[in-house]
């Protein structure tokens, strides 16, 4: 559900008249990328009602019932939720469109479970290419792609910078929608190596915005559930206030217009006015010596 924030800041940036010359997304971010590229506009309620899937949301759940049950399932099988009505929801979307019939370059980013490696999806099917990027280890089963087995590109960089660098067509903009990082003793050895987990990512994360010209944290707080569809419209409107308030530093980065020149060329190559002249009086004109 955070990743919908990703469509806000999109919205404000075409609002803007602000030129998107390349997307490179990872996860909800490879969602709002294809979406946009492809000219997908759909309101956030509709869109979390859109992938809406009754699997996910039983993830949510925090009675005592349900955690056994997920501890179960963890131990049982690789993952713990199909995907299936998510990966409809992306056919119903894009039908057989494929990468490289975008009409902006688009990069998905995912990620090869067995090596690690950063794996950049420039053609091929969106939907499946989206299925394969947002693979969340653990969640939902690995996407067979070209004999590699991938998952979300969330593994290999945290905000795919890496991918839109290798589009090469300007500045990069950077968006990081995760919550805002909670401060709090860990209770028991679990919580302390979730907690150690949560501090690797950070680190990495912020090596990875350190690499962008500008970076954008949506900084949810109080947190949206990763799965909550009732959050929809609250990660929307927050992307757009964080969105808003990036739009100065953002337009910095385009500089000024085509073939403008820096404002201290402009004042040297200033002509000076020319004074005018003074006519002679028609008397003075007439008079002989």
């Not at 800041?9 to 075409?14: G, I, N, Q």
């Not at 404002?263 to 002989?288: F, G, H, I, N, Y």
Request: aromatic share 4%; with cysteine.
């Amino acid at each position: 559900m955070r990743g919908i924030a990703h469509l806000a800041l999109l919205d404000v940036l075409r609002e803007a008249r602000i030129p998107v010359v390349g997307l490179a997304g990872s996860s909800a971010g490879a969602l709002a990328a294809a979406m946009y590229a492809f000219g997908r506009q759909m309101r956030p309620v509709e869109l979390a009602e859109w992938l809406r899937d009754p699997e996910l949301e039983r993830l949510q759940k925090n009675d005592a019932l349900h955690q056994v049950l997920r501890l179960v399932e963890f131990l049982r099988r690789p993952y713990l939720a199909e995907g299936s009505k998510i990966r409809q929801g992306f056919r119903a979307l894009f039908g057989d469109l494929r990468i490289e019939e975008s009409p902006i370059p688009l990069v998905i980013q995912a990620c090869d479970l067995h090596t690690g490696e950063l794996v950049m999806l420039k053609t091929g099917p969106v939907a499946e290419a989206l299925a394969a990027s947002s693979a969340v280890p653990s969640v939902f089963p690995p996407v067979r792609w070209h004999g590699r087995c991938l998952v979300d590109g969330d593994v290999a960089e945290k905000v795919p910078v890496t991918a839109a660098r290798a589009l090469g067509l300007g500045p990069v903009v950077a968006v990081d929608v995760s919550n805002k990082p909670a401060a709090s003793e860990p209770r028991s050895a679990l919580e302390a190596a979730l907690q150690a987990g949560e501090a690797s990512r950070r680190r990495l994360l912020s090596l990875a915005l350190a690499q962008a010209d500008l970076s954008i944290a949506l900084a949810a707080d109080p947190p949206i559930e990763t799965f909550d569809p009732t959050q929809a419209e609250r990660a929307y409107e927050l992307g757009r206030i964080r969105a808003e308030e990036a739009l100065p530093r953002i337009q910095q980065l385009l500089g000024p217009p085509p073939g403008a020149s820096p404002w201290w060329l402009r004042l040297a190559q200033r002509k000076p006015k020319p004074k005018p002249t003074r006519s002679v009086p028609e008397q003075a004109q007439s008079s002989k010596p």
